[in-house]
């Protein structure tokens, strides 16, 4: 079985205009799918995906609920994996992870960048809090994001300093412990409880470094993901396979270690 666990799509209503903005933002990067539910359906079946975990984010207090409506939505599928999202500004913030939980999403996606706040920031402790009491799966888009300007709103180092107030549920770190912050992902939370993505890695990132990263935190702790629809999964796995881990590394890479963190048979 191979898992994504980095993908992103939007209600059909709004698909095209949130690819446009979000592409436009960063570069005008090209787009893999045309970020509906069902193009990335069609394009996990084309690069050999199984399964991919959708992470929604709720970028302002008002569109909390219906982010994770849509979430609830797609979670249905055969194979999506649909993760939720709540927003630090949103007073009902607590309640709805109980309501995430309730209705079955194993996991919430937090993007300090585009939420506006800081990883570290004690007035996300009480949300980091819950989300562990309720065995949530949380990921953090970490390091660098190219479409959002300075200051890095997570780098590695905030994501040590808050990992306690999770009590042991699972985090997931983005882009290999932190895009373009690599040096200090290795040494802020190398061999650390976390759980490493890969997504956007092919053609942004030096083989040397993620050989070393891998190598160094274990690949039992790496979860394949591309950052669909910005980065072609069958590229990431190819990214994967160039850097010479054994088969049973790759095995836990592509869909092993997800399997395991998402209770898939």
Same mark, same amino acid.
């Given at each position: 079985?191979?898992?994504?666990?980095?993908?992103?799509?939007?209600?059909?209503?709004?698909?095209?205009?949130?690819?446009?903005?979000?592409?436009?933002?960063?570069?005008?990067?090209?787009?893999?799918?045309?970020?509906?539910? #069902?193009?990335?359906?069609?394009?996990?079946?084309?690069?050999?995906?199984?399964?991919?975990?959708?992470?929604?984010?709720?970028?302002?207090?008002?569109?909390?609920?219906?982010?994770?409506?849509?979430?609830?939505?797609?979670?249905?599928?055969? #194979?999506?994996?649909?993760?939720?999202?709540?927003?630090?500004?949103?007073?009902?913030?607590?309640?709805?992870?109980? !309501?995430?939980?309730?209705?079955?999403?194993?996991?919430?996606?937090?993007?300090?960048?585009?939420?506006?706040?800081?990883?570290? #920031?004690?007035?996300?402790?009480?949300?980091?809090?819950?989300?562990?009491?309720?065995?949530?799966?949380?990921?953090?888009?970490?390091?660098?994001?190219?479409?959002? @300007?300075?200051?890095?709103?997570?780098?590695?180092? $905030?994501?040590?300093?808050?990992?306690?107030?999770?009590?042991?549920?699972?985090?997931?770190?983005?882009?290999?412990?932190?895009?373009?912050?690599?040096?200090? $992902?290795?040494?802020?939370?190398?061999? $650390?409880?976390?759980?490493? #993505?890969?997504?956007?890695?092919?053609?942004?990132?030096?083989?040397?470094?993620?050989?070393?990263?891998?190598?160094?935190?274990?690949?039992?702790?790496?979860?394949?993901?591309?950052?669909? @629809?910005?980065?072609?999964?069958?590229?990431?796995?190819?990214?994967?396979?160039?850097?010479?881990?054994?088969?049973?590394?790759?095995?836990?890479?592509?869909?092993?270690?997800?399997? !395991?963190?998402?209770?898939?048979?």
């Amino acid at each position: 079985m191979v898992v994504d666990f980095h993908t992103h799509c939007f209600p059909k209503k709004i698909a095209d205009r949130a690819i446009e903005n979000l592409s436009q933002k960063s570069g005008n990067m090209e787009a893999f799918h045309s970020g509906t539910v #069902d193009s990335l359906r069609s394009r996990m079946q084309e690069m050999g995906v199984d399964v991919s975990v959708v992470l929604n984010i709720s970028t302002n207090p008002r569109q909390q609920t219906s982010v994770n409506n849509f979430a609830i939505e797609i979670n249905s599928l055969p #194979d999506i994996v649909s993760f939720g999202s709540v927003h630090p500004d949103a007073p009902d913030a607590l309640a709805e992870l109980e !309501r995430i939980k309730a209705a079955g999403l194993k996991g919430i996606k937090l993007h300090p960048d585009y939420q506006g706040f800081f990883a570290d #920031d004690k007035k996300m402790f009480p949300i980091y809090e819950k989300a562990g009491e309720l065995g949530l799966i949380t990921v953090f888009h970490t390091g660098v994001d190219i479409g959002m @300007p300075e200051p890095v709103h997570c780098p590695p180092k $905030a994501i040590k300093k808050i990992l306690p107030y999770f009590g042991g549920s699972p985090v997931v770190v983005a882009h290999l412990g932190g895009y373009i912050m690599w040096e200090e $992902a290795i040494r802020e939370l190398d061999g $650390a409880d976390v759980y490493f #993505d890969t997504a956007y890695c092919f053609g942004n990132m030096p083989m040397l470094w993620a050989s070393r990263i891998i190598g160094s935190h274990g690949a039992e702790k790496i979860l394949l993901g591309s950052d669909m @629809p910005w980065s072609r999964a069958d590229n990431e796995i190819l990214f994967i396979k160039s850097l010479g881990l054994s088969q049973a590394e790759e095995k836990m890479i592509f869909g092993g270690n997800a399997a !395991r963190l998402l209770g898939l048979n």
